[in-house]
Nanobody
Framework: QLVESGGGLVQAGGSLRLSCAAS???????MGWFRQAPGKEREFVSA????????VYADSVKGRFTVSRDNAKNTVYLQMNSLKAEDTAVYYC????????????????WGQGTQVTVSS
C-alpha cells in the first residue's frame, strides 16, 4: 500500500515536497513518481531503486526535482523546487518489484494521487 501526501497550491518558483509512505517489503522495489495533467497521458517524473538509491529523472524536471528515500520510515520523497505552471498535475507514487522502467504500465502498486497546482 502506498499513501501519498504533500500536494497543494504554490506560486511559480516555489517548492513542495511530496511523500509516499509504503507498507510491506520495499528492498527490491523500484519507486516511481508519475504525473497526469488534465487531458494528457500519465508521464514519468522520477524513480529511485530502493536497494541502491540510484535515481532517474525526466528531462523536464532534471535539476529542479530530487527524489530520495528514507529506509527507516519506508518513505519516498519528491522535493520539487522552481515549480512552473506546467508542473500542475496529479502526482502519483508507484512501485514495482524489479528494475527501473519509465513505463507506467509496468508498475504494480499505486498511491491515490495528490494534486499539485502551480499558479503563474
Amino acid at each position: 500500500q502506498l499513501v501519498e501526501s504533500g500536494g497543494g497550491l504554490v506560486q511559480a518558483g516555489g517548492s513542495l515536497r511530496l511523500s509516499c509512505a509504503a507498507s510491506g517489503s520495499t528492498f527490491s522495489a523500484t519507486m516511481g513518481w508519475f504525473r497526469q495533467a488534465p487531458g494528457k497521458e500519465r508521464e514519468f517524473v522520477s524513480a529511485v531503486t530502493w536497494s541502491s538509491g540510484n535515481t532517474v529523472y525526466a528531462d523536464s524536471v532534471k535539476g529542479r526535482f530530487t527524489v530520495s528515500r528514507d529506509n527507516a520510515k519506508n518513505t519516498v520523497y519528491l522535493q520539487m523546487n522552481s515549480l512552473k505552471a506546467e508542473d500542475t498535475a496529479v502526482y502519483y507514487c508507484a512501485a514495482r518489484y524489479g528494475t527501473f522502467t519509465r513505463a507506467y504500465e509496468d508498475y504494480t502498486y499505486w498511491g491515490q494521487g495528490t494534486q499539485v497546482t502551480v499558479s503563474s
